[in-house]
């Protein structure tokens, strides 16, 4: 029998009942699917507040909120590509750079499976992996949605992995070309006045968040598409870029961020870039017993969802 990879029918069993898979999918390997929604549960890049280790697990808890079909396009992901949960990226706790290596050589099975992955993080430090697993063709764009660049050498010590260098990491690996990369929503008081020197140096495009609110989406969004062009890009979404009054559960929370709605506006304007996979990451639920911030997360991914299904239609993988 063919699997049928559908969310289970909520006129048939109710949103609370079911084991909590990624949209009440069914589970499959990465081989079986044109989009496989992973989940990668690290927490070892904070550098302050821990936490994110569990958001995959509330992540799915919240996405079981989320119906089949987006209201504005009136299309269903599931009816134009074979999606399914492909359960979590098991890292080593204890060890954070084995738990990279772990992470990059899942990310690079999923890619020679054919899939596109989109994950729910974890913190930011686990897009360097993913990207190190999937960009095996050159450097890709990147665009971010963010409160912070990521682009900083190092932390304590001079530790040079964590959630607040994982761009840096990147663009010095050659997974980034940092002339196609865009970082939106920045803000927030900075430790140096040259925190940001770096990216610029490099050519990356800062978006503070007052741009974005002087612009408006729509415009900025114009920009970042001819930014990254029709090559293959990444997009990763931090949640602390939202207004943390809108989504409190996260590490390292800046206020005066984006509103939930611009965010969405913002992704849906995703579509039709050639997109290789995408993250939320940064949703730490032991930060916001509501479930509103693993809620928002879980939307961002089921818009994130809607772009990278029209991804694989235009492509005719299914």
């Known amino acids: 029998m063919t699997k049928k990879f559908e969310p289970l029918d909520s006129g048939s069993v109710p949103r609370f009942a079911g084991l909590p898979t990624f949209m009440r999918l069914p589970v499959a390997e990465p081989s079986e699917v044109d989009i496989a ?5 690290f927490d ?36 134009r590509a074979r999606v399914a949960d492909c359960g979590d990226v098991v890292i080593d706790p204890f ?28 913190d930011h430090l ?15 764009g ?21 959630h607040g260098t994982p761009f840096r990491r990147a663009i010095e690996e050659g997974l980034v070309d940092p002339k196609r990369f865009v970082q939106i929503g920045l803000r927030g008081a900075i430790s140096d006045a040259g925190n940001y020197d770096y990216a ?9 968040i007052e741009e974005l609110v002087a612009r408006g989406v729509e415009d900025v969004m114009a920009e970042a598409r001819a930014i990254v062009g029709n090559k293959p890009t990444y997009v990763t979404f931090d949640i602390d870029g939202i207004d943390p009054s ?19 506006q913002m992704v849906r304007l995703l579509d039709g870039l050639d997109i290789i996979g995408a993250d939320l990451v940064e949703v730490a639920p032991p930060f916001d017993p509501s479930g509103l911030t693993a809620l928002t997360g879980a939307t961002i991914m089921f818009e994130l969802l809607c772009v990278l299904a029209g991804v694989v239609e235009r492509k005719g993988k299914r």
Request: positive net charge; aromatic residues 6%; glycine residues 14%.
């Open 37 to 41: 929604i992973l989940g990668v549960p």
């Open 44 to 79: 070892l890049g904070t550098t302050n507040r821990a936490g994110t280790r569990h958001g995959p697990r509330e992540l799915r808890n919240q996405s079981s909120l989320m119906r089949r079909v987006h209201h504005v396009t009136g299309l269903s992901p599931y009816d």
């Open 95 to 122: 060890d954070l750079m084995r738990s990279l290596d772990i992470i990059a050589a899942h990310y690079a099975g999923v890619r020679e499976a054919g899939a596109l992955p989109l994950t729910g993080g974890g």
């Open 126 to 140: 686990i897009t360097l992996p993913i990207l190190r697993g999937l960009a095996k063709d050159g450097p890709v």
């Open 142 to 162: 990147l665009i971010q949605f963010d409160a912070h660049s990521d682009t900083y050498d190092s932390f304590f010590n001079d530790s040079r992995y964590n």
């Open 200 to 208: 610029r140096g490099m050519g990356v495009r800062i978006i503070f």
């Open 246 to 264: 809108q989504a409190p559960g996260t590490g390292t929370p800046e206020i005066g961020g984006f509103s939930t709605r611009e965010a969405q």
